[in-house]
């Protein structure tokens, strides 16, 4: 059985008629209806998971429902107070800097906020007015967050179970401050669950699995259903309802939906008169933002010091040639090279060029291991004690000699002993890369040293055995680059973009998980504001941190950097941009701060590998090759190191391309923001 109090609409300050509300499968209300007349305090009243803080998100419109219609008095965000049942509040600004930034979204004057927050502090009892909201009681934590939903003077108060774990003092002293307030003309709805508590209510709304069972004052439920609690109505009242559950229970929303359809269309729902960008807004935003920045000084210089650290060790481990590798060396022309003579001309002195060729190795910094026999050194190398294994035959000179003298003529045994041969341990490709290179080189270099001396002797040349490729100085970069330099534009990229994501991420999903996100938008605050917001004061920090990336990579540790510096900052703040809109999609996306950490983890990993980081993208399979250009990435890379490695400027193709493709990702992610949040009403709700 329902029963309605016949209040006529235009003294009624809230009206909820046949409100629907789902998730998923799961419906919360189901057919409600609620009348909350003007200057009354209305206490609803149900069990924990019955819908009710449901049905305040879809009052205060933060969530819209499936089907149904509210009606308010208020006509602005301005106009409602609301207090969510946790505490909602960012616990590391103070009480005043909390006043303020509400007072701000509201569009109070300092005067204004001053006055009131005096006037609350003495009435609540509340600690200085410095005091951090975490070294707060939890008491005094909600006090403070009752007076934010006073601060403005509202018209209507939506408290969601204020009373909730606080003592009976403090819940007395709540109770008649609502009281008098009502009497002032402030209409007053208040969920709880301590159904006595009702009584000091003008009105009471008895809820149960979505629908409203009873409305009217506690003195009339008392007297109709003549019980002497609310406790034995409401229990009465819910053994009716599971006895007529089977006949008119709503078992599935379309089937509600069919029923609701049948019914009149009593009132539409009412909606704020509130703007998409208010300065005062942006202005409270920005404001809590350095707050913030201040308050959390150690987060603030780990993302200003992170840059560093990271361009440091970058530098430090990535793109030098290793050192000091182990080679082993089995020599039959010469046991031991300390007494020998391997200067001098090959052709007509008596020198061992195997000699040579070992000290050659040694200046390139290869630590060199004697070995009796092959099979002992390829011993060595199978149980990863040396690198490669070098051979030298007994008459190894001679046979080089040989070589030289007869050319085409020589004989079989001459050319096999005349070549070095070689072993290498292919397990590391860089690695074998290098050692192989060093030993070609030390051995081209030793066949130059020894016929060098042949010159002024027997009038031969050295250049009979250089390379028939005379490589000239490089057009860009120099003959000899490295990793490092290949390595370091696609790194800045790579940071620039992902520390944001980092610093965005975490502050977001703080705050949607303290539910202080769904709390400022109840209040009137638009994604515009809180986006536009950050990424203003995000951008700031954006600039220090690429500024300090270029002076560790390209004046402390000395990259090329050939091209226009503004350039090149231009295009790093324009990712920068792209990464903070990316961190917070992920932030409204995961249901927490670790979801959003595997996320942006996986992407960064997946972007290191397309982007030309880790290996050229043109060397990537022939169907990534496909659409690797069209991720977010790839191309602000490629300009990047072309700016830093050729000196191009903005107008060649390779350089415009990549601030087009950083442009063209940055309206993307803004995109999908939005239509994330216009889909998905619920986002800011804390899980």
């Known amino acids: 059985m329902t029963v309605f109090k016949d209040e006529a609409e235009d003294i009624s300050a809230i009206v909820i008629r046949n409100a629907f509300k789902s ?27 019955c819908g009710k803080t449901t049905l305040l998100s879809c009052i205060v419109k933060r969530l819209s429902l499936d089907h149904g219609s509210i009606a308010l ?68 934590q909600r006090r403070v967050s009752f007076a934010v939903s006073l601060l403005h003077d509202p018209k209507i108060l939506i408290l969601d179970e204020p009373t909730v774990g606080l003592d009976p003092v403090l819940s007395y002293t709540i109770w008649q401050r609502l009281i008098e307030m009502s009497r002032m003309g402030k209409t007053i709805i208040i969920t709880t669950h301590y159904i006595e508590e009702a009584k000091q209510a003008d009105a009471v709304g008895l809820m149960r699995s979505g629908v409203l069972l009873a409305e009217d004052s506690p003195s009339y439920l008392l007297q109709y ?7 034995e109505v409401f229990l ?9 559950n089977a006949g008119n229970k709503a078992t599935d929303l379309p089937s509600s939906c069919d029923k609701l359809r ?67 060396y089995v020599n039959e022309e010469s046991y031991s090279c300390y007494n020998v003579t391997y200067k001098g001309c090959a052709l007509t002195d008596k020198i061992y060029a195997s000699c040579q060729v070992l000290e050659e190795m040694r200046k390139k910094t290869f630590k060199l291991v004697q070995y009796n026999s092959t099979e002992d050194a390829q011993l060595a190398m199978f149980h990863n004690h040396v690198w490669g294994v070098i051979y030298f035959a007994p008459n190894y000179t001679q046979s080089v000699v040989s070589r030289i003298n007869m050319g085409q003529h020589t004989r079989a045994g001459a050319l096999d002993a005349g070549a070095l041969s070689f072993w290498i341990d292919k397990a590391d490709k860089y690695i074998s890369s290098i050692v192989s290179r060093d030993v070609v080189t030390s051995l081209l270099e030793t066949i130059s040293k020894i016929l060098a001396p042949c010159s002024s002797k027997i009038k031969v040349s050295s250049k009979i055995v250089d390379n028939p490729i005379r490589f000239h100085q ?78 560790i990579m390209y004046v402390v540790y000395d990259n090329p950097y050939k091209g226009d510096v503004l350039t090149g900052l231009a295009l790093l703040v324009l990712v920068g941009c792209g990464g903070s809109v990316f961190g917070f999609i992920l932030a409204v996306l995961s249901k927490n701060l670790a ?82 949040l216009r889909i998905r009403d619920d986002i800011w709700r804390k899980k």
């Open 262 to 328: 049948s019914l009149p269309n009593i009132e539409q729902t009412t909606t704020f008169n509130t703007s998409r960008f208010s300065s005062h807004r942006f202005k409270a935003q920005v404001i809590k933002n350095l707050y913030q920045i201040r308050r959390n000084v150690e987060i603030t210089t780990f993302m200003l010091l992170l840059p560093i650290v990271i361009c440091v060790f970058f530098n430090l481990a990535i793109g030098h040639d290793p050192t000091n590798l182990t080679v082993a």
């Open 73 to 140: 008095t208020a006509k602005s965000v301005s106009d409602i107070g609301y207090m969510p049942q946790d505490v909602c509040l960012h616990t590391e600004l103070s009480i005043k800097e909390i006043f303020y930034y509400y007072g701000y979204i509201y569009g109070l004057t300092d005067k204004q906020i001053k006055y009131k927050m005096a006037e609350l502090l003495s009435f609540l009892e509340l600690p200085n007015q410095n005091r951090i909201c975490t070294e707060l009681s939890g008491g005094q």
């Open 474 to 551: 490089a057009i860009y970069g120099n003959n000899e680059p490295t990793f490092q330099h290949f390595a370091t534009p696609a790194a800045i990229i790579i940071c620039i973009f992902y520390l944001p994501v980092i610093f965005t991420g975490a502050i977001i999903n703080s705050e949607k998980e303290g539910g202080v996100i769904e709390r400022v938008m109840a209040a009137g605050m638009s994604f515009f504001e809180v986006a536009i917001a950050h990424s203003a004061v995000q951008s700031v920090l954006m600039v220090f941190q690429a500024i300090e990336m270029m002076i």
């Open 225 to 231: 259903y003549n019980s002497s609690s609310l406790e």
């Open 595 to 676: 979801g959003a950490c595997f996320f942006g983890i996986g992407s960064n990993f997946l972007l290191m590998c397309v982007c030309g980081f880790i290996w050229p993208a043109e060397g990537a399979h022939y169907l990534l090759r496909l659409i690797n250009s069209y991720f977010p990435l790839t191309l602000a890379t490629t300009a990047m190191r072309s700016i830093t490695n050729r000196g191009w400027e903005v107008t060649h193709p390779v350089i415009y391309m990549g601030f087009v493709s950083a442009g063209l990702w940055l309206v993307v992610f803004i995109s999908l923001a939005y239509l994330i």
């Open 236 to 244: 009465y009242l819910c053994e009716q309802d599971q006895n007529n």
């Open 23 to 49: 998730y998923g499968s799961h419906v919360v209300l189901k057919g409600l209806n609620l009348t909350v007349p003007k200057s009354t305090i209305y206490g609803l009243l149900g069990p924990s998971g």
